[in-house]
Nanobody
Framework: QVQLVESGGGLVQAGGSLRLSCTAS????????MAWFRQAPGKEREFVAG????????YYADSVKGRFTMSRDNAMNTVYLQMDSLKPDDTAVYYC?????????????????WGQGTQVTVSS
């Protein structure tokens, strides 16, 4: 079993930056694909960024491409989401997810493990 714990959320003004962290415990996750999703009030959970087992295999939703960067440190069992040039539309609860497979996916139903979420609020 894998437990995922997110941190780093908060309140930031538009144009600002935040870095989210997600640390896994219970089993090494170096061969797992990882992803970040988000869910705003009244909306469905949506894909934000994903990363396969290779640190260079990141991919992003069009809405965040060029502003967000996902990375991983397998030695620390941690993935990160660097969020720059934040917009009010980025306000949501952000979730870290892990998949028992080395290839990633944009579909939330294909992930096996989820964190509890961390709130990101961007003020205008």
């Amino acid at each position: 079993q894998v437990q995922l714990v997110e941190s780093g959320g908060g309140l930031v003004q538009a144009g600002g930056s935040l870095r989210l962290s997600c640390t896994a415990s219970g089993r090494t996750f170096s061969n797992y694909a990882m992803a970040w999703f988000r869910q705003a009030p009244g909306k469905e959970r949506e894909f934000v960024a994903g990363l396969g087992w290779s640190p260079g295999s990141s991919y992003y939703a069009d809405s965040v491409k060029g502003r967000f960067t996902m990375s991983r440190d397998n030695a620390m069992n941690t993935v990160y989401l660097q969020m720059d040039s934040l917009k009010p539309d980025d306000t949501a609860v952000y979730y870290c997810a892990g998949r028992r497979w080395s290839l990633g996916s944009r579909l939330p139903g294909e992930y096996d493990y989820w964190g509890q979420g961390t709130q990101v609020t961007v003020s205008s």
